[in-house]
């Protein structure tokens, strides 16, 4: 905004998560698959075909008890062509594509899931992530989206864009131990609860209209060139 040569003030005020759509207790994860989930829009921006050849270059004896779940729509003809890639790289039996689901079965695929994954180029919020985020499930995803929350909060991996990047990332998240793993799900729910929660969104959008009105006690996440 600022190189298009605008010197307006600048609020920055993310999208909010409804946490009354997400159950407050944590999912019961003993002996359930260790799943990882992509579900997103399947399109080239979203990185699928670099989840692919990540995965593909993952040891056998490291992701040999991990699934890998990429669920969406998107067209047909790239969608066939990622079974095809996932087909020749041996892999049909670790990574699944299935169809697009919606409501209360979204949000329990999320919660079973060990570790959600968005490999995109580009995302302008994400907002996938805060709905993983907010079902105590880690994230990895890349610095084509605004969520270096991640590293600060100790709740995923912000990484840069590509497939080598993405593989360190995988390798470390099904490594690390379920304890730890757990612990990383738990800051992302928090993270969610005082920072990206309707609630806290609307706080947000309280204090800008406040300062609009009065010109007093700028709001930190406003910005004056």
């Given amino acids: 905004i600022r190189k298009l040569g605008f010197i307006n003030p600048i609020a920055m005020i993310p999208n909010g998560v409804n946490l009354k759509d997400f159950p407050s207790a944590f999912p019961e994860k003993e002996n359930a698959p260790r799943k990882i989930l992509f579900l997103s829009r399947i399109h080239p921006k979203k990185g699928v075909e670099n989840l692919i050849e990540a995965w593909k270059l993952i040891d056998d004896n490291i992701r040999n008890n991990w699934k890998v779940e990429i669920i969406g729509n998107g067209d047909e003809k790239y969608i066939r062509t990622l079974i095809e890639k996932i087909s020749s790289y041996g892999l049909s039996k670790q990574m699944i594509i299935k169809k697009p689901v919606f409501g209360e ?13 968005l490999p995109s180029f580009s995302e302008n919020f994400g907002i996938v992530i805060a709905e993983a985020l907010a079902c105590y499930t880690p994230v990895i995803t890349t610095k084509g989206t605004p969520w270096g929350d991640l590293n600060d909060h100790n709740c995923g991996w912000w990484i840069d864009i590509g497939v080598s990047p993405l593989k360190v990332a995988l390798e470390e998240a099904i490594q690390i131990s379920d304890e730890k793993l757990i612990n990383m799900g738990k800051n992302g729910r928090l993270l969610i609860e005082e920072k990206y929660s309707m609630e806290s969104v609307a706080k947000k959008m309280i204090l800008l209209y406040n300062w609009i009105r009065t010109n007093k006690q700028k709001p930190d996440f406003i910005e004056i060139s």
């Fill in 105 to 117: 079965m979204k949000i329990q695929l999320f919660r079973e899931a060990s570790l959600f994954v």
